[in-house]
């Protein structure tokens, strides 16, 4: 399971309401954010484009390599649509990727969407480009510079993708600190080289066939810097956080407790407030009726979509 | 001597349950240049896949002596070259020197016999100069050409290629043709262009909705008016 | 040959496929929230609600195994739960040593894991029932009436469209890689060339399909510009929905309000 990027797409029920809340905010405010800049500054052209280059990514993902003893390693692809669109319009990308996944094949969950979406979009793409420009400046505009950003970009952002599902993981309390933040960190560093080395092939080819497609970004500077601050502190954030949770599991227990946090994330939300919303209905002979009339009601709708299905079937003379 | 290509009773229905082949028996000497034709739908192409075991259907598939099975892939994809329809499918890699190359460095060849081997097939197609060519960058014809290149450089016993005159421009399919006349190798074709196929191939298979509904000499088939049209096909003029 | 079952769609008339996508992406999101919101251990109410789902199953006339197949693609993902069942305190119901160290399995452990396995194996069904009964197309005009951003939803759409196309070109891909991957017989010779390699040239393939990819947006930006796009997204207006989809959502909706009622009461 934890061998393959499937391991960054989280399934419904893993996540606590609270944390899942937190991550819809986020993700809805930096994907509208991106919404309205590519609908402002890109041109047109770049609709069709994110589109395809979305499939594109999709179909990619199917790509794969043999690593050891039946395993693969394949492409999460955030990196390179960030090289190839700049991180707006990637963001978009990697979002369409994402809901697709979730939407059509149940590659992770639909509620927790706004979490998946928040690591593998926002994270993904954001530290993406951050390594991307930073490396860039670096080594330099230069064919060589730019494989060896493309490869860190890769791989930074699959690992700190990967930081990111296991911090909420185990702030959920769906996965001890002490087990998920190394297991996931050491099992995706791995696959994050993977990431690395099918970007770097990539950006070959690309280099050869199409030059022109790998700007080194001069459009699209001012709001671009927004990304690369974000970028950072997402980076620092998550490389702070994971050690400190996984080698001090109590450190980050007694922090939330502290602050009452941890009560929020471990139970659901409404559970805080039970006494003065529903006062008195502690009380064994209303549930009994309430699941009875539950139960009527569930039998008596069944029982009309069969029937409605019978009628169907005896007017198609089936 | 062994049979290049040998097909018993060869039967295949795709995941969603239409049958693509039924019952498909037919045999290949060493050195036999032969024609599929028939009309579209009609399995050609599904037919072709089994060839190097990339489907396997019921029914027996033996390549050389050897038959194709999940333990002996990896030794028929070397002994079988493959040519499929679209060569923008086939070049990944981005110079064609890559290329080519890919076959012999999968094998594990020694870097001087890999250069070899490319400098070797690249000739055969009439395309040494073009080893640090990108291949996104050239025509029709010229990544045709190197697409059988790329095959070749496996030293493959038997080439097999899935319509290989469609999108060409006159031009080009004259020195196409020419060129497959100079390939010394058992060849299986599949293909509508009915000229190329009464020029270059002796033999004739005709498949029509999984069948395979003739199998002689092209110059007799080729006269049969019925027959062809039967099966979507007409003569060429 | 095409990627055709990539498409999860089933043709069927049954009362699912008949309901508006309006309806069914609600009532799902719904139902979804409403198992996430439902706390751990409350085993009567996951057994109503995997009962239910069940029988929308059954009413859809997709077939049990579809479902069953599909839901289970995503159960090892549970897997990083198990360790709670260790980590967990509480009372102790199996205990074992592995080398030098204790494991001792406790029952809330053994709660939270069930709990979220069936609550996650709950949720996904419901998602299979969606998109099984609802072609995607009506699901990206559900989310638009649901005020889903334009851009998104058209990105959507183009990605949809492009998908099957792209697959196979990527089935084409692997393909020709595949034919080429041959072993030379000779045992001095290691197949497969490095790790490194592979990599990179996998990585080739992929770059290869994404210029294809936007060559080919590149063209399909012409087509639009020919019949008349300037870049403003603009959509048909969404008819009325029927009094009988109206029903189903008010109905699922209150029994779904009932069940979280029910976990109030059954938790406290």
């Not at chain 1, 979730?102 to 706004?114: P, T």
């Not at chain 1, 959920?172 to 690395?196: K, Q, Y």
């Not at chain 2, 010394?184 to 509904?213: A, K, W």
Request: with cysteine.
């Amino acid at each position: 399971m934890l061998l393959s990027a499937e391991a960054l797409h989280i399934p419904d029920g893993f996540l606590s309401i609270t944390v899942l809340f937190l991550a819809w905010i986020i993700s809805i405010s930096v994907v509208g954010y991106a919404l309205r800049r590519v609908g402002k500054d890109l041109g047109e052209q770049q609709v069709p484009m994110m589109g395809v280059l979305a499939a594109a990514i999709f179909a990619g993902q199917m790509i794969n390599f043999a690593v050891a003893g039946g395993t693969s390693g394949h492409l999460m692809g955030a990196a390179l649509a960030t090289i190839l669109m700049g991180p707006w319009a990637a963001i978009l990308v990697m979002t369409s990727v994402v809901s697709i996944q979730a939407l059509i094949f149940q590659d992770g969950g639909l509620l927790v969407l706004g979490a998946n979406i928040f690591n593998m979009a926002v994270v993904g793409v954001s530290v993406a480009y951050m390594v991307y420009r930073l490396f860039l400046k670096i080594t330099g505009d230069t064919r060589k510079g730019i494989l060896v950003s493309g490869f860190s970009a890769g791989w930074f952002s699959i690992m700190l993708a990967a930081l990111s599902v296991a911090l909420q993981l185990v702030v959920s309390g769906t996965s001890p600190a002490r087990l998920a933040i190394p297991a996931m960190a050491g099992v995706h560093a791995l696959i994050g080289i993977g990431e690395g080395l099918i970007t770097v092939g990539a950006l070959a080819f690309l280099l050869s066939a199409r030059p022109d497609l790998i700007h080194p970004d001069q459009s699209n500077l001012d709001g671009s810097r927004s990304v690369l601050v974000l970028g950072f502190l997402l980076t620092v954030a998550l490389l702070l956080a994971a050690p400190l949770a996984s080698v001090r599991p109590d450190g980050l227990e007694w922090v939330a407790m502290q602050t009452g946090f941890i009560e929020m994330t471990r139970e659901p939300l409404y559970e805080l407030v039970p006494d003065y919303l529903v006062p008195g209905i502690a009380n064994e002979s209303i549930a009994t009726i309430l699941a009875g009339a539950l139960g009527i009601l569930i039998i008596f709708g069944l029982g009309m979509g069969i029937a409605y299905n019978r009628r169907k079937g005896q007017i198609s003379g089936r | 001597m062994h049979h290049s290509i040998e097909i018993e009773q060869l039967t295949y229905s795709y995941p969603d349950g239409h049958e693509a082949l039924s019952d498909v028996s037919f045999v290949i000497q060493p050195g036999e240049k032969v024609a599929m034709v028939g009309p579209n739908g009609a399995g050609k192409s599904t037919l072709i896949l089994h060839l190097n075991g990339i489907l396997g259907g019921d029914g027996r598939v033996q390549i050389c002596g050897q038959e194709v099975n999940k333990e002996t892939l990896r030794r028929i994809r070397a002994m079988v070259g493959m040519v499929f329809q679209s060569p923008d499918d086939q070049l990944f890699s981005p110079r064609v020197f890559d290329d080519v190359a890919y076959g012999p460095i999968y094998q594990g060849l020694p870097p001087d016999l890999i250069q070899e081997r490319v400098a070797k097939s690249l000739r055969a197609v009439g395309m040494e100069d073009y080893e640090q060519r990108v291949s996104h960058h050239l025509s029709m014809g010229e990544k045709k050409r190197i697409a059988i290149a790329t095959v070749l450089s496996m030293d493959p016993e038997v080439l097999i290629l899935d319509e290989p005159t469609a999108g060409l421009d006159p031009r080009a399919r004259r020195s196409f043709i020419s060129l497959l006349r100079e390939l010394h190798l058992t060849m299986l074709v599949s293909s509508h262009d009915m000229l190329f196929v009464e020029e270059l191939f002796p033999r004739m298979l005709i498949l029509d909705e999984g069948r395979l509904v003739a199998d002689g000499k092209t110059s007799e088939l080729m006269s049969d008016d019925h027959l062809l049209a039967a099966h979507g096909l007409e003569r060429p003029c | 040959m095409h990627i055709h079952f990539l498409d999860p769609y089933q043709i069927g008339g049954s009362v699912l496929h008949q309901t508006d996508a309006r309806v069914k992406l609600t009532l799902g999101l719904a139902f979804i929230l409403t198992t996430a919101l439902i706390p751990d251990g409350l085993w009567r109410l996951y057994f109503l609600l995997l009962a239910l789902v069940l029988s929308l199953e059954i009413i859809s006339g997709v077939g049990l195994d579809y479902f069953l197949k599909r839901s289970t693609l995503a159960l090892p993902f549970i897997l990083a739960v198990f360790p709670l069942i260790f980590t967990i305190p509480g009372v102790s119901f199996f205990t074992f040593t592995f080398g030098p160290w204790d494991f001792s399995a406790s029952i809330p452990g053994l709660v939270r894991f069930a709990s979220i396995g069936l609550k996650s194996w709950i949720s996904i069904q419901i998602a299979i029932l969606l998109t099984a009964t609802t072609p995607f197309p009506d699901i990206l005009t559900a989310m638009r009436a649901l005020r889903f951003p334009r851009l998104l939803v058209m990105i959507f759409g183009l990605m949809w469209r492009y998908l099957f196309v792209f697959a196979d070109e990527t089935m084409r891909l692997l393909r020709a890689r595949a034919a080429r991957s041959g072993a030379s017989g000779n045992p001095e010779f290691q197949t497969g060339g490095s790790i490194s390699w592979r990599a990179r040239t996998a990585g080739g393939l992929a770059g290869n399909l994404f210029v294809r990819s936007l060559e080919r947006s590149e063209r399909i930006y012409l087509a639009m510009l020919a019949r008349g796009y300037d870049g403003e997204i603009r959509s048909l207006p969404q008819g009325k929905m029927e009094g009988s989809n109206w029903f189903i959502l008010g109905f699922g909706g209150l029994v779904l309000f009932l069940v979280l009622i029910l976990s109030l009461i059954m938790s406290i």
